[in-house]
């Protein structure tokens, strides 16, 4: 699908400029505007729309399309005008104000001196995925300059505390951008600190590009990062949502590092993306009808019937590591399943936070729970790396312009999208920002296996 959005003054600059292949000079003089398009949540919402049932909700009812206060740029920070972002999951929970409203996230980050109280508004401008092209830094940036095409890696850090300088997942004062903190990638300008920033993978277009970071870094460290899962060569990892974000990410580090792949999915048509991106061994957990769950209490009888068909698959070998996100409705099988001395890598809890399993089968099997969180800045750009160099493929599906972000939202929440889900920011059209043909033509095949046609 390709639908062009309203061409704003700033729209038309960047365009324009990208189009003469401006210098830096040129693209730092393009104005700034007072005000820009953005995706905005309302506080205002939060007793009425925050308030319904979940059945009675969708995201798309909380995503006005607003005119935003530009920020002030901090000397660390870059301002980047946005050519696309994407849709992820925690733009979801934002705008179902649950498990609780962004807003008191932006409060917290309001205390912490220095700028933190710009983030603080009655709006939210939400989106945690951002590809685009500098046009002003702050006094105290050094690496990156006006007309630089960027990816924004939505770890956001302040550093300043001793924790965060082995592993900055571990900083006290880290947070989700664009979730946990305000103008984010979901509007034509976005403010990001510099180490955020990332080079945009050429071969690919503004909205492949910015359809990867959040969810390729944060698999990345889940399997590969020496804080998560550790996979080895000839591991067989279990992952869940196999043809979804995470899982489309998780799927190629397995397959990338050697591992073998269960896929877990929920219709044929996932099922089929899985092997056609190189997977043997596919569930589909709709066909077998699993639930384990029944009238609120876990079904063992289900756990095992899941793990005779995982040794049906793998030969009679259980998973040396679960890839797990699904949270609740799955992690009592997970735990299950693994094998012993195995682990379960976890970063969510889509289906509820609160969960349960048989402990018996952790201990006495000398499983291992590895908590995950997005990734620092080295994972993240070693997930990166492996873009630009045609080694990870983005998974993109379809993407929508941002007046219709909300229908973006909407799919995720519903579960009726296939890998990720790209919102055109700046960009009128699909396929536009590619500087390497070359590079693209040789992955051409890996780059389009998600896309979908759409209307
Ligand atoms: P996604 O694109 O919606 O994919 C999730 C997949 O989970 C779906 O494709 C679905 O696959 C599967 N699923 C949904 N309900 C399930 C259930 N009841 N049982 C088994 N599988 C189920 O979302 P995502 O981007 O991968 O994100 C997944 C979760 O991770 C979200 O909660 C998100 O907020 C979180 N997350 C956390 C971090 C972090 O750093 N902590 C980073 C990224 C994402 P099938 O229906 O095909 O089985």
């Given at each position: 699908m390709s639908t062009s959005s309203t061409t704003t003054r700033l729209a038309g600059d960047v365009l324009a400029a990208l189009a003469a292949d401006a210098t830096p000079e040129e693209f730092g003089a393009i104005p700034v505007p007072t005000e820009y398009r953005a995706v905005a949540l309302h506080a205002a919402d939060i007793d009425t729309i925050g308030a319904l049932p979940r059945g009675e909700k969708r995201p798309s009812m909380a995503m006005h399309v607003d005119e935003i206060p530009t920020p002030e740029l901090a000397p660390d920070e870059v301002l980047i005008a946005t050519m696309a972002s994407s849709m992820n999951f925690n733009t979801v929970w934002s705008a179902i104000f649950?498990?609780?409203?962004t807003f008191a996230f932006l409060r917290r980050y309001?205390?912490?001196?220095?700028?933190?109280?710009?983030?603080?508004?009655?709006?939210h401008v939400v989106g945690s995925d951002a590809c685009g092209v500098v046009l002003r830094t702050g006094s105290?940036?050094?690496?990156w300059r006006p007309g630089d095409r960027v990816l924004v890696h939505?770890?956001?850090?302040?550093?300043?505390?001793?924790?965060?300088?082995?592993?900055?997942?571990?900083?006290?004062?880290q947070r989700v951008w664009g979730f946990e903190s305000n103008?984010?990638?979901?509007?034509?300008l976005c403010l990001a600190k510099a180490h955020q920033l990332m080079p945009k993978?050429?071969?690919?277009?503004w909205e492949e590009a910015a359809s990867m970071p959040l969810v390729n870094c944060t698999a990345y460290r889940m399997l590969?990062?020496?804080?998560?899962?550790?996979m080895q060569q000839g591991d067989i990892v279990l992952i869940w949502g196999a043809a979804g974000g995470l899982g489309g990410f998780a799927l190629q580090y397995v397959l990338n590092g050697g591992g073998y792949p269960i896929c877990v999915v929920s219709s044929p048509e996932k099922a089929q993306v899985c092997r056609e991106a190189g997977a043997e061994w596919v569930i589909d957990r709709a066909e077998h009808g699993?639930?384990?769950?029944e009238d609120g209490r876990q079904n063992p009888k289900e756990a095992q019937r899941f793990g005779k068909l995982i040794r049906e698959q793998t030969g009679g070998r259980d998973p040396d590591i679960v890839f797990e996100?699904?949270?609740?409705?799955t992690f009592g099988a997970s735990v299950y399943v693994a094998r012993r001395g195995g682990k379960v890598v976890t970063c969510a809890s889509?289906?509820?936070?609160?969960h349960e399993f048989d402990n018996r089968y952790l201990w006495m099997f000398t499983k291992t729970i590895v908590g995950s969180h997005l990734a620092n800045y080295a994972e993240a750009w070693a997930a990166n790396e492996l873009v630009r160099a045609g080694r990870t493929q983005p998974i993109l599906s379809r993407s929508y312009p941002l007046e219709e972000a909300g229908r973006a939202a909407d799919d995720v929440f519903g579960n009726v999208h296939l890998g990720k889900v790209g919102v055109l920011c700046i960009a009128p059209?699909?396929?536009?920002?590619?500087?390497?043909d070359e590079l693209r033509r040789e992955h051409i095949a890996g780059i389009r296996r998600y896309a979908s046609p759409v209307g």
């Open positions: 649950e498990p609780v409203p309001a205390k912490v001196r220095g700028g933190g109280q710009r983030h603080a508004q009655e709006f105290a940036v050094t690496r939505p770890n956001d850090v302040a550093l300043e505390d001793p924790q965060g300088h082995d592993d900055a997942i571990l900083d006290p004062d103008y984010g990638g979901l509007g034509e993978p050429a071969h690919l277009s590969v990062g020496r804080q998560g899962a550790r699993l639930t384990f769950w996100h699904p949270g609740r409705d889509t289906t509820g936070f609160t059209d699909e396929g536009m920002g590619v500087t390497n």
